[in-house]
């Protein structure tokens, strides 16, 4: 039986267009033009006889038409390329991993030439961002994301939940000792807010009315200051790991507590196909060592 089909490389344009909803992001994916993307659209909507777009204030929106469109043939590409991989004996393609960047940087980076060689096929492209990424539209197909109360509120996987100790740079504390005393002379450095430091106090016992700083920067700055011993940081013992192997920052109190953790996302249609399947097993794989349970 004959199907009535367009052409692919107007569904595809369209796709991609879609779930952006922007012809430059979907023409930088598909490695074509804006004005390819813009044609194939077009005639894709001459043939089908509807507006699959409506202009915006910023780029374009689907019209209902569209969406209908796009609910219907997105599953259909996934299953297509869940078809194709699985003729393959080994994973490849491209994974997009978006993450908080002082995991990406402490832990993620570090593997990278370990990846390469366990699944030398997968291009991995890791973004580092504070910026959630969308993963129903296809920013990214997996994305680490910190979570205070220690759970998100959609399925995930639990990378992370390292209890969180004070560092320095070593010498920077009379004998790598933080005292009571120290809490108000020297500049307190966190990777986490509100002052997390008011709540490692109390698991110290210490009675001192911590100052709460007039601004926080990021984590990964905060960390490279106490680095270079311009302060006391109070962070989880995963991203603090390295420097402490390297002799670049001792623990300062024995006293730790959880806060938080880090949990692993899979975009839904993502997640069907092998290369990001693979990747997420073995993220899980080798973060195995930063989980309590």
């Not at 993307?37 to 077009?42: D, F, L, N, W």
């Not at 006293?255 to 953790?261: L, M, N, T």
């Amino acid at each position: 039986m004959s199907r009535t089909l367009p052409p692919l490389n107007a569904l595809r344009a369209f796709e991609a267009a879609a779930r952006y909803e922007s012809f430059s992001r979907a023409a930088e994916e598909l490695g074509v033009s804006h004005s390819a993307i813009s044609r194939h659209v077009r005639g894709l909507e001459a043939r089908l006889g509807v507006h699959l777009f409506r202009d915006a204030s910023r780029g374009v929106a689907l019209t209902a038409e569209g969406a209908h469109y796009l609910a219907r043939i997105t599953p259909a590409f996934d299953v297509i390329g869940e078809a194709t991989e699985g003729l393959a004996d080994a994973p490849a393609g491209r994974v997009v991993v978006n993450s908080e960047p002082v995991f990406a940087a402490k832990i993620v980076v570090p593997l990278m030439a370990k990846f390469q060689r366990d699944l030398p096929d997968v291009e991995l492209r890791l973004v580092g961002s504070n910026d959630l990424a969308d993963l129903d539209r296809y920013e990214a197909d997996l994305a680490i994301r910190y979570a205070k109360t220690g759970r998100l509120n959609e399925p995930s996987d639990l990378l992370s939940d390292a209890p969180i100790y004070p560092f320095a740079a070593p010498g920077y504390l009379r004998d790598d000792v933080l005292r009571p005393e120290h809490l108000t002379e020297v500049p307190l450095l966190r990777d986490r807010g509100p002052n997390i430091w008011i709540d490692w106090t109390a698991h110290a016992g210490f009675d001192v009315d911590v100052p709460d700083p007039p601004w926080r920067m990021r984590a990964a700055l905060a960390l490279e200051m106490a680095v270079h011993g311009a302060g006391v940081y109070l962070g989880a013992s995963d991203v603090t790991h390295l420097d402490e192997t390297a002799g670049r920052l001792v623990r300062v109190s024995d006293v730790g507590f959880r806060q938080g953790s880090f949990h692993l996302l899979t975009s839904g249609q993502a997640g069907r196909r092998k290369a990001v399947r693979s990747v997420r097993a073995w993220l899980l794989d080798h973060t195995t060592a930063l989980r309590s349970g």
